[in-house]
């Protein structure tokens, strides 16, 4: 899906902060100032969003999750709507401490989300007294909310992608401390050196954020698309030469009787 400068424009997307809340290191991908706001260059953006999604799609391409990072009001829904739509795990409620750095801990939250829908299924939550039942639904709603989103993710992503670096600063520096790539909207407030990756726009307008995550998330289906068909082809081949013994088999009985 080409990038289309215009369309970014339309949705607001080159509207940076105040002049004077700006991150001087930001200062490459603004294009001007425009009464006391900074505007983003949006051919850059383009071009950004070009270069991101590529190797976003190599990742996908190779089979690792990417982990998407939003829990600012104006993000929530569309981050959840956009990952889940390409089955990728996303955090928009609080960041869970240690989501990253001490990622067992966080899987044995989720096998506890698994074994409390066992226990519903096998009958034993129904042995429980009345109190009980209502702490263990009380905890189950609790993890769902906070890790529900993530209960496929296994093992570590294999990229964080992140709307507003500064309000999501520990998701950041936990993927820091991996070298796990972080791929991030950077608004002109904030420091584009903490990413490997920088898409500068606007990360505080849904319409901004919505195209922005629109343009990824096709990035990453494509990649999911061309594992699918790497696969594909491999289970093709694989069954060509079953497919060739079969007839060989039929005319060498045929020979015999």
Do not use: C
Not at 241 to 250: G, S
């Amino acid at each position: 899906m080409a990038v289309e400068v215009k369309e970014l424009l339309e949705a607001g997307v080159h509207f940076g902060h105040l002049t004077r809340k700006w991150d001087p290191n930001m200062a490459p991908y603004v294009y001007m100032e425009r009464n006391g706001i900074h505007i983003i260059n949006l051919y850059k953006t383009a071009a950004k969003i070009d270069e991101a999604g590529a190797a976003l799609a190599k990742i996908a391409a190779s089979g690792r999750k990417i982990l998407f990072v939003a829990t600012k009001k104006q993000a929530k829904d569309i981050v959840a709507e956009k990952a889940g739509s390409i089955n990728m795990p996303y955090i928009t409620e609080r960041w869970p401490g240690g989501m990253l750095t001490n990622f067992v801990t966080i899987r044995k939250a989720v096998k506890k989300m698994a074994s409390i829908d066992r226990m519903k299924k096998d009958g034993t939550f129904n042995t429980l007294s009345k109190k009980e039942r209502l702490q263990v639904d009380r905890l189950r709603a609790k993890l769902e909310k906070n890790l529900g989103s993530i209960s496929d993710m296994t093992r570590l992503p294999g990229a964080l992608f992140v709307v507003d670096i500064k309000r999501e600063h520990i998701a950041i520096k936990e993927a820091q401390k991996l070298n796990i790539p972080i791929f991030a909207m950077v608004d002109t407030n904030s420091d584009p050196r903490q990413v490997d990756y920088v898409i500068p726009a606007n990360d505080d307008a849904s319409k901004s954020i919505d195209k922005i995550l629109s343009y990824v998330t096709d990035a990453v289906a494509g990649g999911l698309a061309e594992r699918k068909a790497e696969k594909d082809a491999a289970a093709a081949e694989k069954d060509a030469p079953k497919a060739k013994e079969a007839p060989a088999k039929a005319v060498v009985a045929e020979e015999e009787e």
